[in-house]
T-cell receptor, first 112, second 117 residues
Framework: GENVEQHPSTLSVQEGDSAVIKCTYS??????FPWYKQELGKRPQLIID?????GEKKDQRIAVTLNKTAKHFSLHITETQPEDSAVYFC???????????FGQGTTLQVKP | DAEITQSPRHKITETGRQVTLACHQT?????MFWYRQDLGHGLRLIHY???????NKGEVSDGYSVSRSNTEDLPLTLESAASSQTSVYFC????????????????FGPGTRLTVL
């Protein structure tokens, strides 16, 4: 179907620990997978994205991995900090369309 | 700087009234989208447009309409507001133009919090 399944729905970690959020999809035509961070009361903002021709992408403490065969992709945050606390959304875009289908979000809490 | 704006930022209305939420972008993007955000449901697509005079229904389009008369604006109209339409509404835009496009990013507006009493 069209949906993107995102897990876990909530995640609590200690400052300095790593956090991993996983999303699965079923549409094999999907070719673009962005991750958005939404702080309380703010708009979603893109933090990292990956295309289907790449297996992994890193940007400082954030990385995204994609397994096309298994149809899942994950967000990895290392050395978490309190300012990483937010809701994170994964999304997928099917080939040749401009629309994104979002997961239901993960609320990440980083405890100092 | 280019941006995407929404107005009003907060709106309280009564059941049965017609409400229009404005979205304006200065990115010159062809694609514009309306989402609603509710607890437990993430971001759900209401309507979207790939260009002037083009509009398409998303997954939760019932009770909503849009029109695209120029590149910059995609107003969202609630024909007869219902309490179930109480939500936060986000507009977004992107410059995606096809499978080979190198520009995919959707940029979101600041949101409109709508309460229907």
């Amino acid at each position: 179907g069209e949906n993107v399944e995102q897990h876990p729905s909530t995640l609590s970690v200690q400052e300095g620990d790593s956090a991993v959020i996983k999303c699965t999809y079923s549409d094999s035509a999907s070719n673009y997978f962005p991750w958005y961070k939404q702080e309380l009361g703010k708009r979603p903002q893109l933090i990292i994205d990956i295309r289907s021709n790449v297996g992994e992408k890193k940007d400082q403490r954030i990385a995204v991995t994609l397994n096309k065969t298994a149809k899942h992709f994950s967000l990895h945050i290392t050395e978490t900090q309190p300012e990483d606390s937010a809701v994170y959304f994964c999304a997928r875009r099917a080939s040749n369309t401009g629309k994104l289908i979002f997961g239901q979000g993960t609320t990440l809490q980083v405890k100092p | 700087d280019a941006e995407i704006t929404q107005s009003p930022r907060h709106k309280i209305t009564e059941t049965g009234r017609q409400v229009t939420l404005a979205c304006h972008q200065t990115w010159n993007h062809n694609n514009m989208f309306w989402y609603r955000q509710d607890l437990g449901h993430g971001l759900r697509l209401i309507h979207y447009s790939y260009g002037v005079q083009d509009t398409n229904k998303g997954e939760v389009s019932d009770g909503y309409s849009v029109s695209r008369s120029n590149t910059e604006d995609l107003p969202l109209t609630l024909e007869s507001a219902a309490s179930s339409q109480t939500s936060v509404y986000f507009c977004a835009s992107s410059d995606f133009s096809g499978a080979s496009s190198s520009t995919d990013t959707q940029y979101f507006g600041p949101g409109t919090r709508l309460t229907v009493l």
